[in-house]
């Protein structure tokens, strides 16, 4: 039969209050890392990326962090808001145009009014 | 609109009814996937295709078929359902040497009774 499901890990932030998410990466050779978001009862949606060869990328609001050293990714929301509420995915890809995706199990983020 | 739609959004069915849910995107994508979403397991690809009529296993094909006779479609069969497969699918695609572009349909929930 089906394994127990394991609880999301959740982050609890107050509405403009600096969120950091971590997310820790399998494999040395990956060469692309992706942050989605999933809002309830929606499929996950594009946030921001890295590559291997970079260790910071900024978007508006959010940050994205790489230690390759060790393996680890983490995702900063500047400011969060009420709208940022959501599950985030850390994705790491696997190197040619074909390599595929490999998500990470996830963290759920509440933002208080 | 750029897009990808997945039918049916909701379906309960009974072990052994064959389905296919379906997958359509509009943005003339190469790659197309499927992956399921389970609690604490997060998301796992099930199969994927790099053009019209290359197929291949994801992470947990077993139970599953797809076929790409054209470049929009990607549908999901189900010859035999059984429990076990009750989860959230979710149907993706983008350019075949881009990921950052992945879209994601908006999901389909499947309870196998």
């Known amino acids: 039969g089906e394994s127990v499901g394991l609880h999301l890990p959740t982050l609890s932030v107050q509405e403009g209050d600096n969120s950091i998410i971590n997310c820790a990466y399998s494999?040395?050779?990956?060469?692309?890392f992706i942050w989605y978001k999933q809002e309830s009862g929606k499929g996950p949606q594009f946030i921001i990326d890295i590559r291997s060869n970079m260790d910071k990328r900024q978007g508006q609001r959010v940050t994205v962090l790489l230690n390759k050293t060790v393996k680890h990714l983490s995702l900063q929301i500047a400011a969060t808001q009420p709208g940022d509420s959501a599950v985030y995915f850390c994705a790491e890809k696997g190197i040619g145009p074909g390599g595929k995706l490999i998500f990470g199990q996830g963290t759920e983020l509440s933002v208080k009014p | 609109e750029a897009q990808v739609t997945q039918n049916p959004r909701y379906l309960i069915t009974v072990t052994g009814k064959k389905l296919t849910v379906t997958c359509s995107q509009n943005m003339n994508h190469e790659y197309m996937s499927w992956y399921r979403q389970d609690p604490g397991l997060g998301l796992r690809q099930i199969y994927y295709?790099?053009?019209?009529?290359?197929?291949d296993k994801g992470d947990v094909p077993e139970g599953y078929k797809v076929s790409r006779k054209e470049k929009r479609n990607f549908p999901l069969i189900l010859e035999s359902p059984s429990p076990n497969q009750t989860s959230l699918y979710f149907c993706?695609?983008?350019?075949?040497?881009?990921?950052?572009?992945?879209?994601f349909g908006p999901g389909t929930r499947l309870t196998v009774l």
């Open positions: 494999n040395s050779a990956s060469d692309y």
């Open positions: 295709s790099m053009n019209v009529e290359v197929t």
């Open positions: 993706a695609s983008r350019p075949l040497l881009a990921t950052d572009t992945q879209y």
